[in-house]
Structure formats: C-alpha cells, structure tokens
C-alpha cells in the first residue's frame, strides 16, 4: 500500500512571499492532519480534518495559513505571506477511526522542509 | 488541558545496554500512549502503543510501561543496537479536545559502538 504522500519535499522562498504544500494521504483514511515540526522538538498539530471537515483548527494562525480538503481526500496548506518564524518541517499524516476515539495510528507522510529568507 | 513532558531531551547508551525515556502527562482522563521513532531526516512512525487498561506491554526488544496512578509511562528499549538511534516521541490524546494527541518534546537517543 501506498503511504503518505507530499509534495514538495523542499521549499525555499523570501519571506511575504506565498507557499503552498501538497499532501495525498492513505487511501480509506479519513482523518488527515497537518502538523508543523521545528528543529528539535515535537509535532505541533495545526489543523485536523475528519473527512472534509476541520474538526480542530485552533492551533491554525488564521491570519496568514489556510487549509482545505476538498472531496475528502487530498489537502492543500498554504501560508501566505510567509514569515521567517514560519520555517520548519510540514508534516501531513492521516489514520483512519475504525476503533476508539484517538487510539488511531497515524501515519505520517515525508515532509515538506520551509526555508523563508 | 494536556501536557505531555519527556525526558531526558538526549540519552546516550553504549550499544547493547538499556535505554529507558520517560513521559508524565496531565490529563487524567488520557487512555492512549504512543511512542513514535524519527530516524534522521525520515517520518515518525509508530513503534508501540499502550492503552490504559493494561500496565505493560512487549513486542521484542521493546516495551512500554504505563503507572496511572502517578500519570507517567516509559520506554524500554534492551540490548540497543546502532539502528536504535533515533529520536523517539511520546503521546498522549487530550479528552478536552476530542483526543487530539500531545506529542512530548521528544529524545535523542545516541548509541555508541
């Protein structure tokens, strides 16, 4: 089976400038989360989607990032404009809720590295 | 709501001793504890999980502890080996927002030959 998928893996830009990330999750997995990760330490949740509602997107800075899934199944997150904080690892995973509330594994894709000048 | 804590932020073990890294939580209410494994430049990927109505749990060279009472659980990695290192993340879901996991800061665990 496929995993995760995103796309691109790299992205350097100057900063005010827009970027978007791109993610494919496991076929069949309903939740997809985007989660941003800086250097040396854990996974911070920014969104997460059941199907094609954001069920938890209070940890999304609302005034510059924005996110969809549309159909349900691919996402799309976009930071516009981007800021230097705003350099880090996006990482997408997805799982799919066939047992208890948040016992799920998730499964992450490769990531995406931002680099803002 | 939840805070998940983890220490220590780096452990280094010679190759074939023991590792332990620890994780205390808040959420009293959590039911669910995975660790994740990060290798360098690669995804975190599940590597074991435990859920409150057991203590322990096994699956070969590792295993995870859970203490309810005092709201921590542990990793146990024995006989390390070089593909051990790694950086290794708890988590614990927080009931106040629909079980949203709450990842730990995560160790780097360092094996020397």
């Known amino acids: 089976e496929a995993g995760v998928v995103q796309s691109p893996r790299y992205k350097i830009i100057e900063k005010k400038q827009p970027v978007a990330f791109w993610c494919n999750p496991i076929s069949g997995h309903n939740t997809l989360y985007w989660y941003r990760q800086n250097l040396g330490q854990g996974p911070e949740l920014l969104i997460r989607y059941e199907n094609e509602e954001a069920v938890d997107d209070s940890q999304l800075p609302k005034d510059r990032f924005s996110a969809e899934r549309l159909k349900g199944v691919d996402s799309t997150l976009k930071i516009q404009p981007a800021e230097l904080g705003d350099s880090a690892v996006y990482l997408c995973?997805?799982?799919?809720?066939?047992?208890?509330?948040?016992?799920?594994?998730?499964?992450f894709g490769p990531g995406t590295r931002l680099l803002v000048l | 709501g939840e805070n998940v804590e983890q220490h220590p932020s780096t452990l280094s073990v010679q190759e074939g001793d023991s590792a332990v890294i620890k994780c205390t939580y808040s959420d009293s209410a959590s039911n669910y504890f995975p660790w994740y494994k990060q290798e360098l430049g690669k995804r975190p990927q599940l590597i074991i999980d435990i859920r409150s109505n057991v203590g322990e749990k096994k699956d070969q060279r590792i295993a995870v502890t859970l203490n309810k009472t005092a709201k921590h659980f542990s990793l146990h990695i024995t006989e390390t080996q070089p593909e051990d290192s790694a950086v290794y993340f708890c988590a614990a879901p927080t009931v106040d927002s629909n079980y949203q996991l709450i990842w730990g800061a995560g160790t780097k665990l360092i094996i020397k030959p």
């Open positions: 995973a997805s799982s799919v809720r066939w047992r208890e509330v948040g016992q799920e594994t998730q499964y």
